[in-house]
């Protein structure tokens, strides 16, 4: 068997499984989706929403990009979430992140990736920001793990420094937002960051008369 014929075979058993568990299964999912959450994370192949969380299809609304990163110039994520905060209205937004993030390695380094280097910036300049910090740590490993982490809080930040996400807070007081780090280790995830509708953000990032 080819190895994408496997991805089509195990599709089928999937769907039969499925079926059999809960025959109303896909006609209900047809009809709407209506997931509570979207969930930001990092293309990695070991990182998949809904297995990691024990989810199914339908429970989150999943945007994936290199190091799960919030840039506020990228149509597509803006996209996903205007999306999902103004037409799905999710209650929760979640930034996930991971240790190992080859994403957040290729960043530390000074390796010329070619285009790529555009996206490793926005995590170089969490470097610089958190230099006295990460610096300080004995050793390499540390120094990821800790870079893994800032990532993922200055990304949920960058959510809250968006004008769409504080409109929601100040009318709706949703969603509420995570940013949590996933172990490939261990399968654990641990939480970084909590802010609910509300949080305090530095005043200059705040908009006034939404
Ligand atoms: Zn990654």
Not at 36 to 59: H, M, Q, Y
Not at 88 to 100: A, S
Not at 144 to 152: G, T
Not at 192 to 199: D, N, Q
């Amino acid at each position: 068997m080819k190895s994408y014929e496997k991805l089509l075979e195990g599709n089928k058993l999937w769907a039969e499984e499925i079926t059999q568990l809960d025959p109303e299964f896909f006609k209900r999912l047809e009809a709407l989706q209506q997931p509570n959450f979207l969930w930001i994370g990092c293309s990695d192949s070991r990182v998949p929403a809904n297995e990691i969380t024990n989810t199914r299809p339908g429970e989150i609304f999943v945007h994936r990009n290199v190091a799960n990163l919030v840039v506020n110039t990228d149509l597509n994520l803006l996209t996903v979430l205007h999306y999902s905060v103004e037409i799905l209205k999710v209650k929760h937004i979640i930034i996930c992140g991971h240790y190992g993030c080859g994403g957040v390695k290729a960043a530390m380094t000074n390796n010329d990736y070619g285009i790529i280097n555009k996206w490793l910036l926005n995590i170089k300049d969490i470097y610089r920001l958190h230099k006295t910090e990460v610096d300080t740590l004995g050793t390499e490993q540390e120094r990821y793990d800790r870079m893994v982490e800032l990532n993922v809080r200055e990304q949920v930040i960058n959510l809250a420094k968006t004008s769409l996400i504080q409109k929601c807070w100040k009318e709706e007081q949703r969603p509420f937002l995570h940013g949590w780090v996933y172990s490939l280790g261990n399968g654990i995830l641990k939480s970084i960051l909590e802010m609910p509708p509300g949080s305090a953000i530095d005043p200059v990032y705040q908009f006034e008369n939404l």
